[in-house]
T-cell receptor, first 112, second 110 residues
Framework: SQTIHQWPATLVQPVGSPLSLECTVE??????LYWYRQAAGRGLQLLFY??????ISSEVPQNLSASRPQDRQFILSSKKLLLSDSGFYLC???????????FGSGTRLTVV | KQEVTQIPAALSVPEGENLVLNCSFT??????LQWFRQDPGKGLTSLLL?????REQTSGRLNASLDKSSGRSTLYIAASQPGDSATYLC?????????FGTGTRLTVIP
């Protein structure tokens, strides 16, 4: 069966520090991968998606970047965090085509 | 741009009651619609997926309907239980994006 792992679960980082969040998927090949952010009191917003290794599409201009170094690995990064980067970050995957999404357990990021 | 609205924003019901959550979307050109459950501080758990060609899906006490032409979906929960307390999110898929509503926070009172 397919599983998605996301870590860490919580993270407190100072302003200006770097960020690396990792997401891995097991039990499937060539999935579509996604990073979403859920800010307090707001809905989920798509940040990045990837349809293959090295292929990244950004939906929202921001202080973050994403990379897909391996088929089932998706990384969210920042060189210098801002206070506004605080939020709940969720990784998701889907099979290509009109299929449903499966989400990871999320990372709560607090920038102080 | 696709906009997804969920009504009500919050709902409190006594245990055992049947209830309906509503979702509406502005662009009917969707691939599918998915209902999720989110517990506080947790990720999203998929409840039901309805393809654009389908009218409804059922899983246990849950039934979701889709009227794509009118841009509406409902999630029906039968015989509610305290364990059903959570935020329920609907999301519509268009290409490589899933557009979310802001959710309905459900509280089932024992």
């Amino acid at each position: 069966s397919q599983t998605i792992h996301q870590w860490p679960a919580t993270l407190v980082q100072p302003v200006g520090s770097p960020l690396s969040l990792e997401c891995t998927v097991e039990g499937t090949s060539n999935p579509n991968l996604y990073w979403y952010r859920q800010a307090a009191g707001r809905g989920l917003q798509l940040l990045f998606y990837s349809v293959g290794i090295g292929q990244i599409s950004s939906e929202v201009p921001q202080n973050l970047s994403a990379s897909r170094p391996q088929d089932r690995q998706f990384i969210l990064s920042s060189k210098k965090l801002l206070l506004s980067d605080s939020g709940f970050y969720l990784c998701a995957w889907s099979v290509k085509g009109a299929n449903g999404y499966t989400f990871g357990s999320g990372t709560r990021l607090t920038v102080v | 741009k696709q906009e997804v609205t969920q009504i009500p924003a919050a709902l409190s019901v006594p245990e055992g009651e049947n209830l309906v959550l509503n979702c509406s979307f502005t662009d009917s050109a969707i691939y599918n619609l998915q209902w999720f459950r989110q517990d506080p501080g947790k990720g999203l758990t998929s409840l039901l997926l309805i393809q654009s060609s389908q009218r409804e899906q059922t899983s246990g006490r849950l039934n979701a309907s889709l009227d794509k032409s009118s841009g509406r979906s409902t999630l029906y929960i039968a015989a509610s239980q305290p364990g059903d307390s959570a935020t329920y999110l609907c999301a519509v898929r268009r290409r490589n994006n899933l557009f979310f509503g802001t959710g309905t926070r459900l509280t089932v009172i024992p």
